[in-house]
């Protein structure tokens, strides 16, 4: 997104090159579970479209902490970062999806994934989602009272 002055309001990357067309990502959307059972999975996805545009690189971030990036021109195109907690399933993951495996409480926060154009614009947006891992319910029963811990 770019600040437009006189329209006074953020508008979408784009530009018109030579030919015509225009070189744009647009419509980046984030879908991450807004609750997920403790050592279950978890699996954040983020769809955009490149208008003529190439890809540069994914990028996805908990809590402002980079965890995981795509990009396609580099070998290998994956790279994921030791941060506490996270464990990502490399072959599950690719350029719109990231998993993560046996998630627990500590993995509650705010997950973002940033997408960037290539050159010679590298257009770059950001979205962002909350996800809470709760724990699992347990029945304890003691004589004739029924409590649930969670």
């Known amino acids: 997104m770019r600040y437009d002055k006189n329209m006074k309001a953020f ?11 225009v070189n744009t990502l647009k419509s980046l959307q984030i879908h991450v579970p807004k609750a997920v059972l ?9 769809t955009y479209e490149l ?37 990502v399933d490399v072959a599950a993951s690719d350029r719109n999806r990231v998993v993560l495996t046996e998630v627990d409480r500590t993995l509650t926060g705010k997950y973002q994934c940033e997408v960037s154009a ?3 614009l ?20 003691f004589f004739n009272l029924i409590y649930f811990l969670g």
């Open 11 to 21: 508008t979408p990357n784009e530009e018109e090159n030579d030919d015509g067309t």
């Open 38 to 46: 403790t050592g279950r999975d978890a699996e954040l996805m983020c």
């Open 51 to 87: 208008e003529g545009a190439q890809l540069y690189s994914i990028r996805w971030y908990r809590n402002m902490i980079e965890f995981y990036r795509y990009v396609p021109k580099e070998s290998p195109a994956t790279k994921v970062f030791p941060v506490a907690e996270i464990k």
């Open 118 to 120: 290539d050159a010679p």
């Open 122 to 141: 590298f257009h770059t947006d950001i979205k962002s989602a909350e996800m809470v891992v709760v724990g699992k319910l347990m029945k304890i029963q």
